[in-house]
Nanobody, 125 residues
Framework: QVQLVESGGGLVQAGGSLRLSCAAS????????VTWFRQTPGKEREFVAA???????YYADSVKGRFTISRDNAKNMVYLQMNSLKPEDTAVYCC???????????????????WGQGTQVTVSS
């Protein structure tokens, strides 16, 4: 059974930084890929960033240049470094991974089978 646990969320002022962590058990993350999604009340989950088994990273246009996704294979963890945070980045951030080994990260949440519980990020103006 694959389990994902996020941490690192919190309250930060606009322009500040946070680093989110996604810890995995039951699977070697580097062999598949991990995607970060975020969700605000009343909206669908939004693709944020992914680091895939190929090592290639992917970013939503809204976070490109501000967020960096990385992984530590030895610790089986994935990180999301978020800089220059904006109030519109406020959301619950979740990491997810797929059951199958896709060539590139699916952008639709329903393609992911394993999810963490999420961590709240709040950016004040």
């Amino acid at each position: 059974q694959v389990q994902l646990v996020e941490s690192g969320g919190g309250l930060v002022q606009a322009g500040g930084s946070l680093r989110l962590s996604c810890a995995a058990s039951g699977r070697t993350l580097s062999g598949y890929g991990v995607t970060w999604f975020r969700q605000t009340p009343g909206k669908e989950r939004e693709f944020v960033a992914a680091i895939w088994w190929s090592g290639i990273t992917y970013y939503a246009d809204s976070v490109k240049g501000r967020f960096t996704i990385s992984r530590d294979n030895a610790k089986n963890m994935v990180y999301l470094q978020m800089n220059s945070l904006k109030p519109e980045d406020t959301a619950v951030y979740c990491c997810a991974t797929t059951r199958e080994k896709w060539g590139s990260p699916p952008r639709q949440p329903n393609e992911y089978h394993y999810w963490g519980q999420g961590t709240q990020v709040t950016v004040s103006s």
